[in-house]
């Protein structure tokens, strides 16, 4: 199997890099089926069951009623399994899918691979209706994400 190398980080203005990730309910997720319908969050955290992921999701689930007003869709994105997925998810309650990058694909094509822990880097990429990036924030791994920060990027798109 050839190693697939890690991409430079993806940066706002990019196209997005299309891709299909089986949800929590290993239902397959297209990325490329939202353009020209709605903007996307795409919320890669590091893995599952961790505090500060726990609280994050969270938080994405209690806004997802904002997130819907601002024609987005959130997923989560991160390297554990559909099977950690769903039992985390279904444990939380939470609302927004859980997208599993089990493989590494997704975090590597956006470069947001980070080496020491395996998995992805936290970091919020919205993706607009036009399949262009329009918001990145790449946060220290340890270091929950602002709702705020994206509902005001959304605000923009809208």
């Not at 919320?43 to 505090?51: C, N």
């Not at 998810?89 to 609302?95: H, P």
């Not at 399949?131 to 705020?148: M, T």
């Amino acid at each position: 199997m050839a190693v697939q190398e890690v991409a430079k980080e993806i940066a706002v203005g990019d196209a997005a890099p299309d891709f299909t990730l089986k949800d929590q309910d290993q239902k397959d997720v297209t990325l490329s089926s939202f353009k020209g319908k709605k903007n996307v969050v795409l919320a890669f955290y590091p893995l599952d069951w961790s505090p500060v992921c726990t609280g994050e999701n969270k938080c994405l689930t209690d806004d997802f009623p904002k997130f819907d007003q601002m024609n987005a869709v959130v997923f989560g994105i991160s390297t554990d399994s559909f099977f950690s997925h769903k039992a985390w998810a279904d444990s939380l309650g939470l609302k927004q899918q859980l997208l599993a990058d089990f493989n590494r694909e997704v975090v590597k094509k956006y470069g947001l691979y980070f080496e020491p822990l395996n998995c992805g880097k936290r970091a919020t990429v919205i993706v607009d209706k036009n399949g262009k990036v329009a918001y990145v924030k790449v946060q220290e791994i340890k270091v929950a994400r602002d709702d705020k920060d994206i509902l005001d990027a959304l605000k923009k798109l809208n």
